[in-house]
C-alpha cells in the first residue's frame, strides 16, 4: 500500500512564503512524476507544478517565478516552496505521484490528502 502525507500549508500574508512537502511511503518500487494541484472553492482542480524523475519540471504560468518544485528522491518527497504569495493562491493543495508498488511494478496515480493554503490580503 502506498501512501502521500502532505505538510505546510497555513495562513500567510499576501507577500509570504510557505514550504510544502509531500512524502510517499509503503512498499514502493520505483516512482516517476510527482506533481502538486490545487482546487480553490468553486474551480476545478488545475496542475501548479510537476518534476520528472530525472527532475525537469513545468509550471502553470499563473505561478512561474514565485513557486519551485523539487524532490528528493532517497526520500521519495516532493516539496513546493511558494514565494510573493497572492490571495488568488488560496486553495487546496494536493501532491501526485505516479508509483509503482512492490507488488504490482505497475504505476498507477496517487493523491495526497490535501492542504490548505491560505492567503489573506
Known amino acids: 500500500q502506498v501512501q502521500l502525507v502532505e505538510s505546510g500549508g497555513g495562513l500567510v500574508q499576501a507577500g509570504g512564503s510557505l514550504r510544502l512537502s509531500c512524502a510517499a511511503s509503503?512498499?514502493?518500487?520505483?516512482?516517476?512524476?510527482m506533481g502538486w494541484y490545487r482546487q480553490a472553492p468553486g474551480k476545478q482542480r488545475e496542475l501548479v507544478a510537476a518534476?520528472?524523475?530525472?527532475?525537469?519540471?513545468n509550471y502553470a504560468d499563473s505561478v512561474k517565478g514565485r513557486f519551485t518544485i523539487s524532490r528528493d528522491n532517497a526520500k521519495n518527497t516532493v516539496y513546493l516552496q511558494m514565494n510573493s504569495l497572492k490571495p488568488e493562491d488560496t486553495a487546496v493543495y494536493y501532491c501526485?505521484?505516479?508509483?509503482?508498488?512492490?507488488?504490482?511494478?505497475?504505476?498507477?496515480?496517487?493523491w495526497g490528502q490535501g492542504t490548505q493554503v491560505t492567503v489573506s490580503s
Open positions: 518534476i520528472t524523475s530525472g527532475g525537469s519540471t
Open positions: 509503503g512498499s514502493i518500487f520505483r516512482i516517476n512524476g
Open positions: 501526485s505521484a505516479d508509483v509503482a508498488a512492490r507488488s504490482t511494478r505497475r504505476f498507477d496515480a496517487y
